[in-house]
């Protein structure tokens, strides 16, 4: 995580250092051994032995093998097959491949003739009179036409143009076989074998021998300049062009075929069999002396002896096939420095004096690099070395254990040992006034003023002292664990420090911009006047176990259990000052050409030359960085889907896959190919219509989804190489999925209406429920007012009757001139008076049927009739629904209440009484065209001591319904009064909705009256 944060932190800076200085693809300064090697044998997967190499425009790297076809993504080994032909017999074995400047790949077989790989599709090419032999080579000409060699012995040399092959063996002196061809820049086909090379210009009739003599097989090359090489078992030289005749190298060992070519650079390499792999850099000029042969075998790593090809990619990295396998060389940012043994047994050290000149030590020599110059071994035979710093006048002091040297040039002098016990000088620094201040450990601090010893050990350090380092006041800082001292010619002072089980142990200081900082198991220390800032490895884990610093101008470098960190000094002063801030860093690690780990021994592994090179020392040699001429790699990495895989099955390749109906999971493979660092590959991907941003993905090669909707999707990928430069354009599939049956439209449009169906007879039972408890409570409440009724009826009423019949008896006994007859016949006719309301009374609680309402209503108007009222129309408008009796007669009290209100008080000549039947509420309209309303009057809810409004409103609620008067003055009343179907009819039926059943019949509406 550290790494992949940190160098999104380097990115601007990396591509403004390329934009400012040239980038080559393999340093040709450098040695083969110094490049970064991988290789890939049989045990890793690789198809052995590999005859040939070639990349496709798509980033692909093909190899030619006896197992056949193979596709290299810099990760996997891939065969691709090519269809097996009835009429003849392709043997597997590739032995030759080409790609055509259209990007096709053409493919050479042992037996067979060819097969054409292009645009994903592969087509056999086969010709009776020639290939049934090997194909040796293959090139093609300016004009498209594909050259090859064969070993039929009657079709050495042919050529296929305008889909015909053509036999060229007369045209040329070939006697016994031709092992290459070859088209020159100029146009001109060369071809080899027989023990010679000859020449074709265009526009010539036949082949021209150019140079005989030559030994085994026979390759040709041309380089920058226009020369052409060629090379046999016995070197290579120049046979035509500058240099021809004066250029040759002889190579020691015989072989029986050197394949060569030229890089971008214009280095010639050769892959020999055997001898491993070669390479002759450029020269300045033909006159000057020619550089060294450099080899590479398998002694220093090669997959084998027996290498059949090498060859240069898009990227610049070589590629060599050998018997074994298959090898890598790419550009990085470190080199090891050969020069100096791989092992040693006392490790190694670096150190950078005032000059910038860097000395290097292993066990027995001492090496000096000068400001841009190679490493060079400077004394021998000195023994294991423990601590190299500054000495007056130009020189270095060295600790050797106990002992201490002086080193100016390569001359060495001795000095006494230090007189005390338990000193093992493991660091030293050169203060102000010249002296030699030196760490014993154990032994405390000594000192060496050019003439004797003096020794100290001050309190505050401790038991031991572990590391010391000169400030830029040549001040000397001593760490020893517990705290550390300032030491300013006879002044100490106390710099506290965290303590040593919570920064750890104090490996090598630096000295720089940031003043004196030290690195540790758990962190950086940076130290100041009386105190320190401590940085724990646990916010940033790359700073811990560091074994080396270095600082200049502007960076701080760092060596550790990540590799070396490079980090700005501005960041590393906020991550000081700032708990809370990040510290982007670079990490150059084992990918990046590091040899090993660090040491982990209380000295130097990190130092800066004069010149900017950074020199590391780790447990597996020497190696070196220069900033100002690290790789980067410019070439976004080319973007391909390989499979599509829907339900762990593998789908049809191309643009659009069809997935199946009802596909559960679907797995799409996809690759970037950068074949520099494979692993170091990011990428980041999009599902158009599932994500709604990019995915940022890793390294992952895979995207996985799963329950994906009926529809189409565009996926797309995007992956940037090793130093963050992105494919924008990246590569697209399209994934069409269609809908089962139960996904498809007029399924769910079917779902939808029987859903909404199911909804309204749920609604139809529900309301039916909530009627039958409507009507069952209406139902009691009758039963109860009958039962009132017939109580009073029987009881009280039959009473009272009784009695007046016993008062009718005892009044005509009473005389009739008698002044009590009369009042005894006033009482028995009030007495029946009042039997009669009663009656009435009673009356009124038994309800009635319900029956017709509109008649009810009509005959309640015509009893209110007279001469001076207004005249009343009562209107029917839907089909007749028999009402619930108790509702019926609430309603036709509420409805007299109202016309008795519009009589006395509207002074209208109109009076509307429309009853609305509608399924699911019985809607009862009382308009006039009277005088209208007092608002007031509607505010308070009716006049002073009138209840009519009030009382309607009360007889409404009892029925569940709502009550509504609308008037203004001048313009008449509505009294609206709007019953629930399920409380007001006696027997309310389903209304099913209109598209359900489709229209009714019958009445709808009755006129007026």
């Given at each position: 995580m550290a790494n992949g944060s940190a160098r999104i932190g380097w990115a601007a800076f990396l591509i403004a250092l390329v934009l400012a200085s040239p980038v080559l693809a393999l340093d040709p300064q450098r040695a083969i051994a110094q490049y970064k090697h991988t290789r890939w044998t049989v045990e890793d997967g690789a198809p052995a032995p590999i005859e040939d190499i070639a990349q496709t425009p798509d980033g692909y790297l093909w190899l030619g093998t006896p197992l056949g076809l193979y596709r290299f993504d810099g990760g996997t080994f891939e065969p691709v097959r090519p269809p097996r032909p009835n009429t003849y017999t392709l043997n597997d074995r590739v032995v030759r491949l080409m790609v055509a400047r259209n990007g096709a790949l053409w493919v050479g077989y042992e037996e067979g003739g060819l097969a054409v790989l292009e645009k994903g599709k592969i087509r056999l090419v086969f010709d009776p009179r020639i290939f049934r032999s090997v194909v040796h080579s293959l090139a093609e000409g300016q004009d498209g036409a594909i050259w090859a060699t064969t070993s039929n012995p009657n079709a050495k040399v042919v050529r296929f143009s305008n889909g015909t092959w053509e036999i060229l063996d007369p045209l040329i002196d070939m006697p016994d076989q031709a092992d290459w061809v070859f088209i020159a820049r100029d146009g001109a086909v060369w071809v080899?074998?027989?023990?010679?090379?000859?020449?074709?210009?265009?526009?010539?009739?036949?082949?021209?021998?150019?140079?005989?003599?030559?030994?085994?097989?026979?390759?040709?090359?041309?380089?920058?300049?226009?020369?052409?090489?060629?090379?046999?078992?016995?070197?290579?030289?120049?046979?035509?062009?500058?240099?021809?005749?004066?250029?040759?190298?002889?190579?020691?060992?015989?072989?029986?075929?050197?394949?060569?070519?030229?890089?971008?650079?214009?280095?010639?390499?050769g892959a020999r069999h055997p001898d491993g792999v070669l390479r002759i850099r450029p020269s300045a000029s033909l006159n000057s002396a020619r550089p060294a042969v450099d080899r590479f075998s398998a002694g220093q790593g090669l997959s084998s002896e027996m290498a059949y090809r090498a060859f240069e990619d898009r990227e610049g990295n070589i590629w060599v096939g050998t018997v074994r396998g298959l090898d890598r060389f790419r550009p990085a940012a470190i080199a090891p420095e050969t020069v100096v043994p791989i092992s040693s047994p006392y490790g190694y050290g670096v150190f950078s004096d005032a000059q910038g000149a860097v000395y290097v030590y292993d066990t027995e020599t001492l090496y000096k690099a000068n400001l841009g110059q190679p490493l060079k071994p400077l004394i021998r035979s000195l023994g294991p070395f423990t601590a190299m710093c500054d000495a007056p006048d130009g020189g270095i002091w060295m600790g050797l254990g106990s002992e201490v040297l002086r080193v100016d040039g390569d001359r060495v002098t001795r000095i006494p040992d230090p007189p005390f016990p338990d000193v093992q000088v493991t660091a030293c620094a050169m203060d102000a006034q010249g002296h030699l201040w030196g760490a014993g450990f154990r032994g405390g601090l000594v000192k060496w003023d050019g003439r004797t010893w003096t020794h100290a050990m001050p309190e505050a350090l401790g038991r031991a002292v572990t590391a010391l380092a000169a400030d830029s006041r040549g001040r000397i800082v001593a760490d020893g664990g517990r705290n550390a001292v300032l030491i300013d010619g006879a002044t100490v002072k106390l710099i506290k420090t965290l303590p040593r089980r919570q920064r750890g142990g104090t490996m090598p200081m630096a000295n720089g911009p940031l003043g004196v900082i030290s690195g540790s198991d758990f962190g950086l220390t940076r130290f100041r006047e009386t105190g320190s800032q401590f940085i724990s490895r646990d916010r940033f884990p790359f700073i811990g176990l560091s074994h080396g610093l270095a600082q200049t101008a502007t960076e701080t470098w760092l060596l550790g259990a990540a590799g070396l960190v490079r980090m700005r000094n501005a960041d590393l002063e906020r991550a000081f000052e700032d708990p809370k801030v990040d510290l982007p860093a670079r990490i150059y690690d084992l990918k990046d050409g590091l040899p090993?780990?660090?040491?982990?021994?209380?000295?130097?592994?990190?130092?800066?030359?004069?010149?900017?090179?950074?020199?590391?020392?780790?447990?597996?040699?020497?190696?070196?960085?220069?900033?100002?001429?690290?790789?980067?790699?410019?070439?976004?990495?080319?973007?391909?889907?390989?499979?599509?895989?829907?339900?762990?099955?593998?789908?049809?390749?191309?643009?659009?896959?069809?997935?199946?109906?009802?596909?559960?999971?679907?797995?799409?493979?996809?690759?970037?190919?950068?074949?520099?660092?494979?692993?170091?590959?990011?990428?980041?991907?999009?599902?158009?219509?599932?994500?709604?941003?990019?995915?940022?993905?890793?390294?992952?090669?895979?995207?996985?989804?799963?329950?994906?909707?009926?529809?189409?999707?565009?996926?797309?990928?995007?992956?940037?190489?090793?130093?963050?430069?992105?494919?924008?354009?990246?590569?697209?599939?399209?994934?069409?999925?269609?809908?089962?049956?139960?996904?498809?439209?007029?399924?769910?449009?079917?779902?939808?209406?029987?859903?909404?169906?199911?909804?309204?007879?749920?609604?139809?039972?529900?309301?039916?429920?909530?009627?039958?408890?409507?009507?069952?409570?209406?139902?009691?409440?009758?039963?109860?007012?009958?039962?009132?009724?017939?109580?009073?009826?029987?009881?009280?009423?039959?009473?009272?009757?009784?009695?007046?019949?016993?008062?009718q008896s005892a009044a005509r006994q009473v005389p009739a001139d008698l002044p009590a007859r009369n009042q005894l016949e006033r009482a028995l006719d009030r007495a029946e008076a009042v039997v009669v309301e009663a009656r009435d009374r009673v009356r009124s609680l038994r309800v009635s049927v319900g029956g017709d309402l509109i008649t009810t209503l009509r005959d309640v108007a015509e009893s209110m009739r007279s001469e001076h009222t207004a005249e009343v129309v009562t209107t029917a408008i839907g089909r007749p629904i028999d009402l619930h009796p108790l509702v019926a007669d609430e309603v036709e009290r509420i409805v007299v209440e109202a016309l008795f209100n519009a009589h006395r008080h509207a002074r209208a000549s109109l009076i509307e009484v429309i009853v609305t039947y509608e399924s699911k509420r019985l809607r009862i309209n009382v308009r006039d065209n009277g005088v209208g309303i007092e608002p007031a009057v509607l505010e308070v809810g009716g006049r002073d001591g009138h209840f009519g409004l009030a009382g309607m409103r009360e007889r409404a609620r009892k029925i569940r319904a709502s009550l509504t008067i609308h008037s203004r003055p001048g313009e008449g009343a509505d009294v609206e009064l709007v019953v629930p179907g399920a409380v007001a009819y006696a027997r309310r039926r389903i209304a099913w909705p209109r598209w359900l059943v489709g229209p009714r019949g019958g009445k709808h509406g009755e006129g007026a009256e």
């Open positions: 080899a074998g027989s023990g010679r090379v000859a020449r074709m210009r265009p526009g010539e009739p036949r082949f021209t021998t150019i140079q005989s003599g030559f030994v085994e097989e026979v390759a040709l090359a041309e380089d920058r300049r226009g020369s052409i090489w060629a090379a046999d078992a016995r070197g290579v030289r120049i046979i035509q062009g500058p240099g021809a005749g004066q250029v040759i190298y002889p190579l020691p060992t015989v072989s029986r075929q050197t394949r060569i070519f030229f890089d971008r650079d214009d280095s010639l390499w090993g780990p660090a040491s982990y021994k209380y000295r130097a592994d990190l130092a800066i030359g004069g010149d900017g090179r950074v020199w590391i020392a780790t447990t597996a040699g020497i190696a070196s960085l220069d900033p100002a001429r690290l790789p980067f790699n410019t070439i976004a990495p080319p973007v391909s889907i390989k499979n599509v895989l829907v339900n762990g099955q593998r789908a049809a390749d191309g643009p659009l896959v069809d997935l199946p109906k009802g596909a559960r999971s679907v797995q799409i493979d996809y690759v970037g190919l950068s074949l520099a660092a494979p692993e170091r590959v990011r990428f980041r991907y999009r599902l158009e219509g599932v994500d709604d941003d990019w995915v940022e993905a890793g390294g992952r090669r895979q995207a996985f989804y799963t329950n994906l909707k009926p529809g189409k999707y565009v996926f797309r990928v995007r992956a940037a190489n090793a130093d963050g430069v992105w494919n924008e354009e990246g590569a697209s599939v399209t994934l069409d999925l269609p809908p089962t049956l139960v996904q498809s439209r007029l399924f769910q449009l079917l779902c939808v209406v029987l859903g909404l169906a199911l909804l309204a007879v749920a609604f139809q039972w529900r309301m039916g429920r909530l009627a039958e408890r409507l009507q069952a409570s209406l139902r009691e409440r009758i039963a109860e007012r009958e039962r009132i009724a017939r109580e009073l009826h029987d009881t009280l009423l039959q009473g009272v009757q009784g009695l007046i019949l016993t008062f």
